[in-house]
Structures are given as C-alpha cells and as structure tokens.
C-alpha cells in the first residue's frame, strides 16, 4: 500500500486530471469516488476494471467497504493510502467519505447491447447535466432496461457527478454512443425496434399507449426536447399528462415515468 501525504504527488495529479472530460477521453479512464460507486466498480458482474483504490483511513469508516479494498489489495489492485488533505484534494463532496477509485469500464457499440423480446432500451439525444444522466441510467438499471444509447452531444457517463448520481450503476447498465439520429434511425429499423418519443404535443396520453416490443423510450434535451427529425420519424409518439401548472418535468423524472410504464408489460399486452 503506497503512502501519499502531498497534494503534488504526481499520481494525484493525474488522479485529479481525471475531472476533464477530455482527459477522461484520451486515457479511457474515470474516477469513481463514494461507497455505493465503487463496490459497484469492484463488483465481479461490473463492467468496469479498477485499476487503482484510493483510501483515506481516517475518513473512510464503512467496515464493508475496508473489506473490500482489503480484498482487492490482495488480488493485486494497487492502493493508496492517503491523507485527508490529498483526498480533499481529489474529491468532489464537501464532506469527503474518504475511498475513490481510478476505473477503465467498458466502452459498448450498440450491437453488443443484449436485446430480449421485451427489451426496452433507453435513448437520450443531447442531454447536458450529467446529474439527470446518473439519475436516468440509475432508474434504468432499476427497472430492469437493457442500456442506454447516448446520441450526439450528450454528456459524459464518467463524469464524477453523473457516476455518483447513478450510484454506480453505469458500470452495470451498458452504455453505447451514435453520433446522429440518422445512425439511431437505421439502428432501430434494422433491429425492428419500436422507437417511442415523447413530446407534449403528442395526442396520445401515455397511460393509453400500447408499446411494441423491443422498444427504444426517446428522451431529448433539458430545454429543447427531442430534434424535430426524430419526434417526425418515431413510431409511437406519446405525453406524460400534466395536472397542475407546471408546463414541463425534470428530465430524469419524465425518464422515471416513461421507464416504469414500458416495464409494465402485462398492461400492454
């Protein structure tokens, strides 16, 4: 177990490095700080491969998590042991919890995503919090979704903030990038997937909709919704009903609703 008690060691600073997303790009790698996160990393089903534990003793007081990095030390993933001020310095909490992780998790394409009969796949186009995408991919993971599609300028999963709102979950749910909807367009006609969209303007109210299998919920952007070419080309277009005066929802809320009815299968069928 390596000792680190400066904020200048150099492993710490390619640690903290880890917060750019281009450097997160380039290097394959993220960081993964909180409990929940990382025994999701270290876990054998994960998808994801723990390459360094950092440890901070004084801070960290889960004995199932000190079970853990005990376990992985002895099967040769490297472990730093550092001070509070080095971690602080690596976190992105006010009150650090004291264990993080450098992870490289798995990079899926779309057609490695396993697809069931009734799969139901999850698409987001353009989403810019990484908050609301931990959140969604955490609920897909809840209710059983086959993965997500992360299409154009959609952000990071790996972002630190977006791994902690997924409580993990992005090393379990597979995740897969297309550049455009043109390419998800093709990708759900040569699947035969039926692609769901959600626009408030949809005449049908979505606890009528009767979805098809294996189907693909498409959520759009926080402020501006789906892109018009895919709202236009979708199979089944659908609005969550609104009852009050509030004109729209938070994204990962509408993506809850959305991912719980088409779990619902028995009242689809």
């Known amino acids: 177990m390596d000792k680190i008690t400066s904020t200048q060691n150099e492993t710490i600073k390619d640690i903290r490095k880890l917060s ?114 931990g959140t969604i991919i955490r609920t897909i993971d809840a209710t059983g979704g086959a993965g ?40 759900g006609r040569s699947r035969g997937i039926c692609l769901v969209t959600t626009s408030a303007r949809a005449e049908t109210d979505l606890a009528q909709a009767r979805f098809r299998y294996p189907c693909a919920v498409l959520l759009g952007s926080e402020n501006e919704g789906l892109p018009e070419e895919l709202l236009t080309e979708g199979d089944l277009q659908v609005r969550i009903p609104m009852r009050g005066r509030a004109s729209s929802l938070n994204l990962a809320v509408a993506a809850g609703i959305m991912l719980h009815e088409a779990a619902k299968l028995p009242n689809n069928e």
């Not at 950092?54 to 099967?75: F, G, H, T, Y």
């Not at 310095?89 to 394409?109: E, F, H």
């Not at 959609?154 to 909807?181: N, Q, Y």
Request: net charge neutral; with cysteine; charged share 20%.
């Open 148 to 187: 997500a599609i992360l299409v154009g300028q959609t952000t990071d999963p790996f972002d630190p903030t977006a791994i902690r709102a997924s409580m993990g979950t992005v090393f379990s749910v597979p995740i897969a990038r297309l550049e455009s909807a043109p390419e998800l367009l093709h990708y």
């Open 20 to 133: 750019r997303r281009r450097r997160r790009r380039t290097t394959g790698l993220c960081l993964v700080e909180g409990i929940h996160p990382v025994l999701r990393a270290l876990a054998p089903d994960g998808q994801a491969e723990v390459q360094v534990l950092v440890v901070c003793p004084e801070q960290l007081q889960s004995e199932i998590a000190r079970q853990a990095v005990a376990e992985a030390a002895e099967r040769g993933t490297r472990v730093l042991d550092v001070s509070a001020d080095v971690f602080s310095s690596i976190s992105g909490r006010d009150n650090p919890i004291g264990i993080a992780a450098v992870a490289k998790p798995r990079r899926w394409a779309v057609e490695d995503i396993p697809l069931g009969e009734n799969a139901v796949l999850t698409v987001l186009c353009g989403t810019k919090n990484p908050g609301n995408l």
